[in-house]
């Protein structure tokens, strides 16, 4: 990776770049405010392809050309994922970051459009495992015209990466895609007939033998000289691709062929969330907790919308988030089954169980209750695990940290595990945090005790973790062991 004129080490832009960013979904109004007009890794920034609700918005044009990198929010509204350019995910990852102290980013493992020899290692009813080296994706029967089994070797396309708190493997295709900002060429396609190809024969580019072009919605309102760019773009990485499958050995072990782009994930905190409210709220009409609400239910954005509509500007900054409102509509209430979503600090997602709403309090707690399983042991506290053990759980919305008492069947206190983390989200289906790794234990005869500094000073030294946000999990720990 070179360096930048800067010395930052970001990958180096094109000369005279300008980070050209195209932005989608329920952050878009606080992330254009945030980058529009403003300077990011020491690149001018302008937000591009904006659609009419944000234009009428901000009261101004955006420019119709290709962008640099998407920022789109992922499926589950917790974050946005970035992909294009590398030199202009690293900038705004770098942004995104800096958004608030729980804001947390990593590359991605399997980028978009990036190009792997890949091996089958398990073929399943609809689609098959498929090892590419640094990760494994997914690939649908649907998405490739072979018939694929166990121990086949091919070329995939990731098609669809998924941030690593997700479930799902990044998803993969057989058929190539490359992409130029308002067009993508597709390899095997006809280009000699439609109203794609057509655009394309009008402008100065020709399109390679063999691919096709699907142009973006947005090239309807771009210009000739946007178009011809965008054009050449693709079939610039087209060229780009080709000479890499041309020089890599379809028999090699899994591994990357070419990666024209780069893909970056962001998950939003709590805090961050409220951060993006304020640069919202510079613009429009925004409720305490515009994004916390829309993040926790996909029927919110409807109600959040409505809400703003009919309140104007009465919102004032310093109102509290309507804990009790949001959650009588949409849950959690008394009598649910809640998941615990414990992230960790490299992007990963471990569901802590499932357990029951025992007590809810609209100021903004609410107690779970799980049945535990007998084996093992409980985390630091030394304890055995045993048959109808059950866990307590008390959950504060915003809290940095959280109690679980472990009882007996017979009711005696086991120990009590105190999880330090970032500030806690109470969606209506799951609590969700991202785990902080230092925590605090109680154990039944009184001993205080904390744990796990060491895998937080290892998290910082990975750059999983700020420093900002390493030194409030240090002092929360050390009021909570005070406390106890």
Not at 122 to 134: E, Q, S, T
Not at 271 to 298: C, I, N, Q
Not at 327 to 349: M, S, Y
Not at 446 to 460: I, Q, S
């Amino acid at each position: 990776m070179s360096e930048d004129a800067a010395g930052t080490g970001l990958p180096e832009p094109p000369a005279d770049a300008t980070l050209s960013a195209r932005v989608r979904g329920i952050y878009t109004t606080a992330l254009t405010a945030l980058l529009h007009g403003t300077t990011t890794g020491g690149l001018d920034t302008r937000v591009v392809q904006a659609s009419e609700p944000i234009r009428e918005r901000f009261g101004a044009e955006f420019p119709v050309v290709s962008a640099a990198a998407t920022v789109e929010t992922t499926a589950e509204r917790q974050g946005v994922g970035v992909s294009g350019a590398p030199w202009a995910v690293a900038r705004l990852r770098d942004r995104l970051a800096a958004v608030g102290r729980d804001s947390l980013t990593w590359a991605a493992t399997l980028p978009a459009g990036a190009v792997y020899q890949g091996l089958v290692t398990d073929a399943l009813g609809n689609g098959a495992v498929v090892d590419c080296g640094p990760g494994s994706g997914f690939l649908p029967y649907s998405a490739t015209d072979d018939y694929v089994e166990e121990g086949d070797g091919l070329r995939v396309q990731v098609q669809d990466p998924r941030p690593p708190w997700d479930d799902d493997r990044p998803e993969l295709g057989t058929r190539l895609v490359v992409d130029g900002g308002l067009v993508e060429l597709r390899r095997g396609g006809s280009g000699g007939s439609g109203e794609a190809a057509r655009m394309a024969e009008m402008l100065p580019v020709d399109v390679p033998d063999g691919w096709a072009p699907r142009w973006d919605r947005a090239a309807d309102d771009a210009d000739l000289d946007a178009l011809a760019d965008a054009l050449g773009a693709a079939v610039d990485r087209v060229e780009t691709v080709t000479a890499a499958l041309d020089d890599t050995d379809p028999d090699e072990a899994p591994g990357p062929v070419v990666a024209p782009g780069a893909t970056a994930w962001c998950w939003f905190g709590r805090e961050s969330r409220f951060e993006l409210d304020a640069h919202r709220r510079d613009v429009t009409a925004t409720m305490p907790g515009h994004h916390r609400t829309k993040a926790a239910d996909y029927a919110a954005s409807a109600a959040v919308d409505f809400a703003e509509a009919v309140a104007g500007n009465r919102f004032a900054e310093d109102d509290p988030f309507p804990f009790a409102a949001v959650t009588r509509q949409f849950g959690p209430h008394e009598g649910d089954r809640l998941a615990l979503h414990h992230g960790k600090p490299d992007g990963r997602l471990i569901t802590l169980g499932r357990g029951e709403v025992t007590d809810y309090d609209p100021e903004g707690t609410v107690t779970v209750r799980r049945q535990m399983s007998p084996g093992g042991s409980y985390d630091a506290l030394g304890v055995e695990r045993r048959a109808g053990d059950v866990a307590i759980t008390k959950l504060t919305e915003g809290r940095w940290w959280y109690p679980t008492v472990y009882r007996g069947d017979d009711g005696t206190r086991r120990g009590t595990y105190v999880n330090v983390c970032t500030p806690v989200e109470l969606f209506p289906d799951a609590a969700r945090y991202v785990d902080l790794h230092v925590d605090v234990v109680k154990t039944a005869d009184g001993e205080v005790r904390r744990v796990d500094d060491d895998e937080l000073d290892a998290a910082v030294d990975r750059g999983y973790i700020g420093e900002a946000l390493a030194e409030k999990a240090r002092s929360v720990a050390t009021a909570v062991e005070n406390a106890l």
